[in-house]
Each structure stands twice: as C-alpha cells, then as structure tokens.
C-alpha cells in the first residue's frame, strides 16, 4: 500500500484491513486481460455497513499497470469497499480517475489464477443481498481472499 500515491484509499484499504473485511471475500467479477474485483462481504449485513460510507477521489498519481489496485466506483467519490487488481497494464483507466493506491509485488502466479470462468455473470446486487450464499450455491469454484 502506498500513502503517497493515494492517501485517501489507503488509509481505506488500512481500515478494512484492521477489520478483517477482506476474509472470505470472493472475486466476482474477473475479466481476463482486464481485471480481477473484489471486495462485496461474504455476510450481507456487513456489507450494508460499509455500502454508504464513501470517501473522496484521490487524484491519479500513478497509472493502472499490471498488479496495481484501484478502487471500483460508480461515479465521482463513490468509493466504498470495492477494488480491483489490474491483470494488466489498463492506462486507458487513469483519464476515467481510478487511482491505484497499492502494487501487489508477491504471489503473482497466484493472481494470475484467480478463477475467471465466470467473467462478468455474478450480479452484484444478489452479492450484496445474501452474499456468499448466493455466490457459494451459483459459482461455488470463484476465488476468495484468505487473511
């Protein structure tokens, strides 16, 4: 994680982390040669915690290359809890303001296999509704964040 580049997302990413929010966290949308995104608790009430607690946009300091993390959002200082890691270099994103915030520089082989098969099919909504019950009983093979 890295302060300097996106102090606003990271002291986020921190705060999850210190909560252990990421544990059992699948990846639900995963577009080879694209993306990998997370971060929709597993347990829906806690999900609904975090849904409305947004921060600012950080301004983009750095590009979004391969194996570097953004948040997701759906507009202008809508981020929450969701990110994604770059699979691979997406410049095309930093115009859009997705401002990586960390680099993940160990275990690549092991995000190079985040299952994938199911690409974009997950609806978040039913993610957020019953969490990894639904993901669990309709893509049980997706990946998920062990801490």
Request: aromatic share 12%; glycine share 8%.
């Amino acid at each position: 994680v890295h302060p300097e580049w996106a102090p606003i997302g990271a002291e986020r990413m921190e705060e999850l982390v210190d909560a252990d929010f990421f544990a059992g966290c699948r990846f639900f949308r995963v577009v080879p040669g694209f993306v990998a995104q997370f971060g929709i608790h597993g347990k829906p009430a806690v999900s609904a915690m975090w849904r409305d607690r947004t921060i600012p946009d950080d301004n983009v300091t750095q590009s979004n290359i391969a194996y570097y993390v953004s948040y997701a959002t759906s507009g202008a200082d809508s981020r929450t809890t969701q990110m994604f890691i770059n699979l691979v270099d997406n410049e095309q994103l930093d115009a859009m303001g997705f401002a990586p915030f960390a680099r993940i520089t160990t275990g690549l082989d092991t995000v190079d296999d985040i299952y994938s098969e199911h690409g974009e099919k997950p609806h978040q909504g039913y993610i957020q509704q019953d969490g990894n019950t639904y993901l669990k009983k309709n893509f049980p093979k997706l990946s998920y964040v062990v801490s």
